[in-house]
């Protein structure tokens, strides 16, 4: 076999570890919080605490792999063009924010445990601090995007990125309530808002 395939499946043995050292990172993380150990994730990655270090020298550079699992970039961190460029084709601003809220959804539920030690610990973790403000600032490019320049006031906009934010959906989901019926909730709130305010 020729040293050009050797190398392709070398690469992508490396990038499988990586993948399922990140997914593992974010099941005991969920458990854990965010300082556990560089141990625990090896083992339950089923790779030496050495490959975990090769991979992520510290949570600065795991915090932003466990991001770009949840988000693609793009949802991660539009500018305000790509963000646009989501809604390309939807006219109504009820049809817009349901495209918005459906995808921001698939995504929450991914790992919504990480998601709530993200968010629970930021404080003590510049690293997770640095990912939920990046996160927070694509919702509100996001939400504005959506809106396509309707006359909405503050309150209706902080009422929307509300709504469309991670805690909302989660708080619905830790009442038991399935993920699905979940974002249905949401959107169907959201429309109401857009409505009440003029702009559906």
């Keep these: 076999m020729s040293r050009r395939y050797h190398m ?25 919080g965010a300082a556990a150990s560089w141990e625990a994730i090896a083992r339950g990655a089923g790779v030496s605490t050495a490959t975990v270090y090769r991979h992520f020298r510290s949570l600065d550079e795991l915090v932003p792999a466990c991001m770009e699992r949840i988000w693609t970039r793009e949802q991660l ?14 006219e109504s601003r009820g049809d817009r924010f349901e495209r918005l809220i459906r995808a921001s959804c698939h995504c929450y539920a991914k790992a919504p445990g990480w998601l709530a030690v993200a968010r629970a610990e930021r404080d003590g973790h510049p690293a997770l601090q640095e990912a939920i403000a990046r996160q927070q600032g694509a919702v509100r ?9 309707a006359p909405a006031g503050t309150q209706l906009k902080r ?42």
């Design 159 to 200: 009422t929307l990125r509300a709504l469309v934010d991670v805690p909302f959906w989660q708080s619905l989901v830790d009442t038991g309530m399935p993920s699905g019926a979940a974002t249905d909730v949401v959107v169907r709130l959201v429309r109401a808002e857009l409505s009440s305010g003029g702009i559906a």
């Design 141 to 149: 490019r996001l939400v504005d995007a959506a809106l396509d320049g």
């Design 8 to 32: 392709a499946a070398r690469a992508d043995a490396a990038a499988e570890t990586r993948r399922r050292i990140v997914e593992t990172a974010m099941a005991v993380q969920a458990e854990q």
């Design 77 to 90: 961190d539009p500018t305000p063009r790509e963000a646009r460029r989501i809604f390309d084709g939807l």
